[in-house]
Structures are given as structure tokens and as C-alpha cells.
């Protein structure tokens, strides 16, 4: 098939077409290189990428419509997968703007390219953020999500509203996947393990929120790339039995879904720390803060919908993940270092 990532050169989007292109799909990656973090740590990704067959980079800004229509007008897409946005929880509280052009207008410009281009399946990430001050645990696709607690989580709460209505009224067939934490091997220097590794590696102190009463459903990237290929040929078709009196909000009528990937075992943070201690042969020296501001004390996914649908099921232990990421990161910056 040919293939549509948006943020291929991001964490999540480049180790799905790696996986794409293993699978002889051939992909065309959108990205705008932004510098929301190390603008160089993304051309090494795209680096990789472009040395592969049947790989072809558009460099664009999502939210310029015209730039979407060209690319669309370029190639006829088997698939699109949207990974694409302005990510950070912390940094929607200081640059709301950046979120609002990019989760929210880009998204529009790849809905409309799609309906146009009667794309057969649009998949697309939305994030466990969107759980906002839910208490319930484990989160479930049918819980509601109307409580944010912060603009980000909003821009993907919207990006749910936005699909479903594109699967309403053009019939163009939308998956959202929740994600949670994602980490692993060429991951996103804004992401707690990866400043807490960059922190002890050079002896400085790491700050622990919420005096470290935290947990996490952190997800090996492998097994999030894993869902997102097995949900590729699982198309949503609309359920004709849904309840409008008692509506599941996780699906519809329409040919619209979302689920949650995540790994189901959540992680205590402190726990998370000293695994990772481990894993790369340094202490931690802590300092333990209150709560921040947009964040939450713990996530944990409920992926029964997606085990049922393809047979999803993460097998990466974080012990496992932590120390594959460690050894990229030793190897990788080690290299940097040895270029400068």
C-alpha cells in the first residue's frame, strides 16, 4: 500500500514507517521539523529513513492548506496515519497558540484531504490526556472525557469531536488511539525518563512532581507501533446497533472508533526511577516538588476494546524497555559527541 505518516520524523511516526517500509508498504512522511526540542534528533531519524527504499519526505507545515492539498494531490493514499501535532502537556500552558494551529487546524487540513481523496482509513493519534480529572481506573474508551486539564488534552479531546464528525457526514472511516506514555530508543527529549536520563547522566538533580506519588501506563513503542499496523486493515464500518439513548462514546453509527494502546500495567514512579537507575548505572539525586499544573498522578489503559478488535497485547516489560532505551541514548549521544 502507499502510506501517509505526518510527524514521520517524530518519535512515534518514524518507528512506525521504519515498520511500514520492513513490511514493503511504500510511505511518504510528512513533517515541519519544528524546534519544540532538538531539531537534530529529528534529522537523525529522517537520516535513517531517507537511506530506505520506497521512502519519499515531504517537508511542510500541516496547518498550511494549500501544502496539504499539494500532497494529496501528489499521490492517492491507501492509508493515512496521523501522528503529527504539537505535543507537551507543560508547554500548552505557556504557547496555546502553537496547539490550536497545529492538533486543531493541521487536523482539519488532513480530515479534508482525506474526504476529498475518499482516503479508505484515517488513523490518527489522540492521548491518554484526554482523561483530564477522571478518577476511575482503569480509563475506559467508554468513559467520558469532557474535564481537561489542559489545552493539549483539549486539542485531542477535539480531534475525537472533529473525526467523528467527518465519519458522520462524508462517511470517511476514522480510528483515534488513545496513547500512553509512550517511550523507548529515539524518543522526545521533553519526555520525563529521557530529561531524567540526560540529569543523571550528568550528575544533576531530577525534579520529581507531585513528591513522587505517582504512576504511569508507560508504552514500549514497539508494541504501540504494533497496534497501530494491526489496526490498519481493521476498518471501522458503523455499528448499527448503536444506542443512541445510551451512547458508547467510544463508537457510533458512523464508521468511527477510538481505543486505547497503552501497556495495562501501570508503574509506580519511584519505581520507574530506580529501574531506570539500573539501566543506565547512575543514582538519581532527587528533588521532590509539588504537583504541576495540566498534569495527572496516575494513567492506566483499559485495552480490552483494542485485544478484542486485532488481538493487541503489549509484551515489553518496563525493565526490558528501559534498558534498550539507555543503551540507545549511551550510543547515540556518545556518537554526538564524538562528531562535535
Not at 54 to 61: C, D, K, P, S
Request: aromatic share 12%.
Amino acid at each position: 500500500m502507499k502510506i501517509l505518516v505526518t510527524g514521520a520524523a517524530g518519535f512515534v511516526g518514524f518507528h512506525t514507517v521504519k515498520r511500514l517500509l520492513e513490511e514493503g508498504h511504500l510511505v511518504v512522511g510528512a513533517d515541519n521539523f519544528n524546534d519544540y526540542y532538538e531539531v537534530r534528533l529529528k534529522e537523525d531519524r529522517a537520516a535513517q529513513l531517507l537511506g530506505c527504499d520506497g521512502f519519499e519526505l515531504a517537508r511542510i507545515h500541516l496547518e498550511d492548506s494549500a501544502a496539504v492539498q499539494g500532497l494529496f494531490a501528489g499521490h492517492s493514499f491507501d492509508r493515512v496515519i496521523h501522528l503529527a501535532a504539537q505535543a507537551g502537556v507543560r508547554y500548552s500552558l505557556q504557547n496555546p497558540h502553537a496547539y490550536v494551529a497545529s492538533n486543531v487546524a493541521g487536523f482539519t487540513n488532513i480530515l479534508e484531504a482525506c474526504r476529498y481523496q475518499k482516503t479508505p482509513h484515517l488513523i490518527y493519534a489522540s492521548s491518554s490526556s484526554v482523561y483530564g480529572a477522571n478518577a476511575k481506573m482503569p480509563f475506559s474508551e467508554g468513559d467520558a472525557v469532557d474535564h481537561p486539564v489542559s489545552l493539549y488534552a483539549a486539542t485531542k479531546k477535539a480531534n475525537e469531536l472533529f473525526a467523528h464528525t467527518y465519519s458522520h457526514l462524508y462517511g470517511l472511516p476514522t480510528t483515534g488511539l488513545r496513547f500512553f506514555t509512550v517511550y523507548g530508543p529515539w524518543g522526545r527529549p521533553d519526555m520525563a525518563y529521557f530529561s531524567f536520563t540526560r540529569k543523571m547522566m550528568a550528575g544533576e538533580k531530577i525534579q520529581v512532581f507531585n513528591h513522587g506519588d505517582m504512576r504511569r501506563d508507560f508504552t514500549y513503542i514497539d508494541d504501540i507501533v504494533e497496534g497501530i499496523v494491526r489496526l490498519m486493515d481493521y476498518i471501522p464500518q458503523g455499528d448499527p446497533s448503536w444506542d443512541r439513548l445510551h451512547p458508547d462514546p467510544a463508537a457510533s453509527y458512523a464508521p468511527y472508533r477510538v481505543y486505547n494502546i497503552g501497556n495495562n500495567r501501570p508503574v509506580e514512579l519511584m519505581h520507574f526511577i530506580r529501574t531506570l537507575e539500573d539501566a543506565i548505572g547512575k543514582k538519581a539525586e532527587i528533588e521532590l516538588l509539588p504537583m504541576q499544573a495540566g498534569d495527572v498522578a496516575e494513567t492506566f489503559a483499559d485495552i480490552d476494546a483494542l485485544q478484542a478488535a486485532v488481538g493487541f497485547k503489549p509484551y515489553t516489560p518496563i525493565e526490558e524497555g528501559l534498558r534498550r532505551f539507555a543503551a540507545w541514548y549511551i550510543s547515540y549521544y556518545a556518537d554526538q559527541q564524538a562528531n562535535v
